[in-house]
């Protein structure tokens, strides 16, 4: 039997009970919103007057404890994220503002050239990033990161082998060698280790997470962050597969990051400048493990689209940004997945 209209239903109800304790009125309309690569239950409840909030339902409660918490320091820290109205008492659902449906994404994709009021949006969110991870990071109670404490070794080996299992082993054709691709992902593993790990990382710093309100920049879904190093959220951002921001911008808005960041701590500018392609790399991987994931698992097609503008980027970075002698393997691995993208085409 197919529960998943009484489920929804019960789901409504308890919003809509949030939203009368809360608001004092009863909602008159809803709209349901996707959740891309979540499984939470996401709504646009409307009420008289005009009025709209975002009511959630999502069965994780450690999610939601750390959403909550995380969402109260950055408020602290005068972040624009969205204020929680009201937790339900067992925490499975919660009403937070309504920011509108305009993301960073939508901005992109409605402009027909990285213009100057994008460049100008990219560079407010770099500055927010340095104030999320190294200002509100230092508040932050770790202790609520449900997944991992840290971008650490285990996490990056969980990452490593997700990428494996959910996107080469579904998608490149030519057997793998496990020994050499073994060491290539260990050698990146190490490389991005050797970073300091004392601030909070986004995990998820990507432009469909920032929207935009009222000419404002708000950031959202913040609840998977750990403790980390600086360089992973701004590749997770530049690195965007569809935003495809042009080259010569990432460059700019590398060199960007690492100023604003020397205002805050002391960094080695060559030296971040050296790590951050290993940090772009791991980031890439990781993401195309996910587009993997949704497209053969969740049934999630949409996420196939992403994976051309991922591989090109990887094999960007591996012909023009790392050593020769180093992780060659890979290398070997997406220039042939690069020529079956071209192939298709």
């Known amino acids: 039997m197919d529960l998943s209209h009484f489920t929804q239903k019960a789901y409504y109800t308890a919003l809509q009970n949030l939203h009368i304790k809360h608001f004092g009125k009863p909602v008159e309309s809803f709209e349901q919103l996707k959740s891309h690569g979540s499984d939470r239950f996401i709504v646009r409840l409307k ?20 959403l909550i918490s995380f969402g109260k320091t950055f408020k602290a820290h005068a ?116 970073l300091q790990r004392d601030f909070f990382l986004y995990r998820d710093f990507q432009s469909r997470n920032i929207m935009i309100k009222e000419d404002k920049l708000y950031f959202i879904d913040f609840q998977s962050g750990r403790r980390g190093a600086l360089l992973y959220d701004l590749a997770s951002l530049l690195y965007d597969a569809k935003a495809n921001i042009p080259q010569q911008f990432r460059e700019e808005f590398l060199e960007y990051y690492l100023t604003l960041a020397k205002n805050l701590i002391s960094v080695e500018e060559n030296k971040y400048l050296h790590y951050f392609w290993y940090f772009a790399l791991i980031r890439i991987l990781q993401a195309l493990g996910a587009y993997g994931y949704l497209s ?9 689209e992403s994976i051309p503008y991922a591989v090109n980027n990887i094999n960007f970075i591996l012909t023009n940004r790392i050593r020769q002698n180093e992780l060659t393997y890979l290398k070997k691995i997406f220039e042939t997945l690069k020529e079956n993208i071209n192939d298709k085409a």
Do not use: H
């Open 47 to 66: 009420s008289a007057g005009g009025s709209s909030c975002i009511g959630i339902v999502n069965q994780k409660t450690d999610e939601n404890k750390a």
């Open 79 to 194: 972040l624009n994220v969205p204020e929680i109205f009201i937790v339900n008492k067992d925490e499975v659902s919660y009403l937070m503002e309504d920011l509108g449906d305009e993301t960073l994404l939508n901005k992109i994709e409605k402009s027909n050239s990285f213009e100057d009021s994008l460049k100008s949006l990219y560079k407010e969110a770099i500055e927010n990033l340095t104030k999320f991870q190294i200002i509100a990071g230092g508040d932050i109670d770790y202790s609520l990161c449900y997944q991992f404490n840290e971008f650490g070794e285990e996490n990056i080996d969980y990452d490593n082998n997700y990428f494996k299992e959910r996107y080469l082993k579904v998608f490149y054709k030519n057997g793998l060698d496990e020994i050499q691709l073994n060491k290539d992902l260990e050698f990146l593993k190490n490389k991005v280790l050797e």
């Open 296 to 304: 053969s698992v969740k049934g999630k097609k949409e996420f196939l």
